[in-house]
T-cell receptor, first 112, second 114 residues
Framework: AQSVTQPDIHITVSEGASLELRCNYSYGATPYLFWYVQSPGQGLQLLLKYFSGDTLVQGIKGFEAEFKRSQSSFNLRKPSVHWSDAAEYFCAVGADGNDMRFGAGTRLTVKP | NAGVTQTPKFQVLKTGQSMTLQCAQDMNHNSMYWYRQDPGMGLRLIYYSASEGTTDKGEVPNGYNVSRLNKREFSLRLESAAPSQTSVYFC?????????????FGPGTRLTVL
């Protein structure tokens, strides 16, 4: 069965510093991978997705993620974090909506 | 274009009470979903509907029922609420975009059962 692990429950970075959020997955076939962001009191917003092709995926708000099949990873990165990036980030895997599996989330705090 | 909307935003129930959470989407999506979000557990699928007139159980369906009223609306009903159902509930809809079935989420309903 597919599953997603986000090893970091909470990360704190300084504004302007770089960011990497880790995601490891288990999936039987070619994975469809997603990153979502959830601001406090809000629903989830899609940042980016991967299903084939270039393993480096660009998303909204300056985020990118790299799919590494050999490491079963899909880590999210941003070169310079802004205070407005403080939120919870979820990695997900699944080919169809009815078999999506979400990670437990990583909460990002941004220090001034 | 409102996307996915949910009502109510907040609700407090007593054990044993019933209620229905409403969800509507205006993106003409066939598929709709109900998730619950609990601390440290991410989102777990309760029920989904692949098309109007069909519903199926997800990972955690016990204690819930759903109705796909039409293509736009998908409701979640708690017949006899229990404290274990205290959670944040998200509705989502999905459509195929650029090679994947992509989900869009509503703002959530925060439910407390006393």
């Amino acid at each position: 069965a597919q599953s997603v692990t986000q090893p970091d429950i909470h990360i704190t970075v300084s504004e302007g510093a770089s960011l990497e959020l880790r995601c490891n997955y288990s999936y039987g076939a070619t994975p469809y991978l997603f990153w979502y962001v959830q601001s406090p009191g809000q629903g989830l917003q899609l940042l980016l997705k991967y299903f084939s092709g270039d393993t480096l995926v660009q998303g909204i708000k300056g985020f990118e993620a790299e799919f590494k099949r050999s490491q079963s990873s899909f880590n999210l990165r941003k070169p310079s974090v802004h205070w407005s990036d403080a939120a919870e980030y979820f990695c997900a895997v699944g080919a169809d909506g009815n078999d999506m599996r979400f990670g437990a989330g990583t909460r990002l705090t941004v220090k001034p | 274009n409102a996307g996915v909307t949910q009502t109510p935003k907040f609700q407090v129930l007593k054990t044993g009470q019933s209620m229905t959470l409403q969800c509507a989407q205006d993106m003409n999506h066939n598929s709709m979903y109900w998730y619950r979000q609990d601390p440290g557990m991410g989102l777990r699928l309760i029920y989904y509907s692949a098309s109007e007139g069909t519903t199926d159980k997800g990972e955690v369906p016990n204690g819930y029922n759903v109705s796909r009223l039409n293509k736009r609306e998908f409701s979640l009903r708690l017949e006899s609420a229990a404290p274990s159902q205290t959670s944040v509930y998200f509705c989502a809809s999905s459509g195929w975009e650029r090679g994947t079935d992509t989900q869009y989420f509503g703002p959530g309903t925060r439910l407390t059962v006393l």
